[in-house]
């Protein structure tokens, strides 16, 4: 199931809510909460819920033995053993065909597995289980005593499928003593709408105009005509992916709990370190409290570190080369800055670096798209004039005159242009009664329209699912 289909929207959503603010009890609400999460899960391939609930009850166990045994061998030894154990879960589903293929290409072996399928959500739930036992050793966070409190953590339907990567230790106090309140709901349902809305309106519209571009006879492709097809795919994802976060924030304010921010306006970075500081924020701050920090962060072998963390944020988006090329190229980019860009960048006008990033990030997307790397290098040779390639072409002309107010709102909507206007307009409406009761009006409509909309939208459409499901 996903939240931007008719049926999460028209039936799942509103019985979710309805059964939880009917009981009052924080007990059954939990129950309540945990059950519809795991309808949630199961809703499109039942057989992978065993994994999920297996995994939350050994993992429940184990964290259970470190608590007894932490600061001695034993309690490091579980906490190995459990690392371990979620690990081989990951690899054996997502990552054991890949492994195979390679291994029959070097050594000509002929080693066959059969696919058995990839649990979704998989990377986020597993990371989840890894922060938890990870902190329990730590003493970050108390052991959680009932295994159905950690599976409501592990499984809640707001952020199980793809993320963003909630810790326990920002949970650990809202499953026994959440407060929902309207303020916070009425914030809740404004979020969840706009996420929904760069989900359908805006990263639809952009991923239909790109596959004009992306994934055609590239030996027909201008140069302008990659650079516009891989500008709509960042716009894709960017809209995907921030979409479901925003979505998936909105739904925890909706039950009375408050996630982290996962995305901060990351195309108006100024180099490719603060770009990974604002896209996929807790995936990064996971890499590096539980990867880079550990392995020695900056104080020593920081390269090595560096390599590790990008090496593994590849491998974590997919099993494919094209995956492992894209984290270790913003391996290159970052250690370059850390050298000598960042500096040179504080030197000089922020055009020239934030040319700088959007060129950096669109050759990344260009590999994060195709998994067929020559098709990768022709696509790069075709961007920069190379293969023969004509600069432009009527149809390029064609779907960028047609699309130009939408790659208008695009872009600004990458900016916080809206955020700080409405900002504006709420600091207006404190200092005078017309203006309050203007914004307390035009917001609700704005927010019913794009509603709306969406809907219409989804209407067309039988399937919807979101980019990031897949890793």
Known sequence: MVFSSLFFLCIFLPVSLGLYYLIKNRSYRNWILMLTSLFFYAWGEPVWITILILSTFLNWFLALKISENRGNWKGKTVLMLSVAENLLILVFFKY????????????????????????IGISFFTFKIISYIADVYRGEVTVQKSPFKLLLYVSLFHQIMAGPIVRYKDMEEAIDSRVETAGLFNDGVNRFIMGLGKKVLLSNTAAKVAENFLGTDYTRLSVLGAWLGIILFALQLYFDFSGYSDMAIGLGKMFGFTY??????????????????????????????????PLGGNRRLKIRNLFVVWLLTGLWHGASWNFII?????????????????????????????????????????????????????????????????VSSLEVSIYFWNNAAFLMIAFIACTPFFKRFSQKIEKCGRKGSLIRGLNSFVKPVFNIAVLILSVIFLAGQSYNPFMYFKF
């Open 96 to 119: 054991s065909g890949f492994l195979a293929e390679n291994i029959n290409h070097i050594f000509g072996s002929n080693i066959a597995l059969k696919s058995v399928g990839l649990p």
């Open 260 to 293: 982290k921010e996962n995305f901060n306006y990351p195309y108006i970075s100024r180099s490719a370190t603060e770009f990974w500081r604002r896209w996929h924020i807790s995936l990064g701050s996971f890499f590096r409290d539980y990867v880079y920090i």
């Open 326 to 390: 894209w984290g270790l190229y913003y391996f290159v980019l970052i250690c370059v800055e850390k050298l000598f860009l960042l500096r040179l960048f504080e030197r000089i006008p922020g055009i020239f670096s934030r040319i700088y990033l959007w060129a950096a990030v669109l050759v990344g997307w260009v590999f994060f798209y195709h998994t067929d790397l020559s098709q990768a290098f022709g696509f790069l040779g075709i961007m920069f004039g190379g293969n023969n390639a004509p």
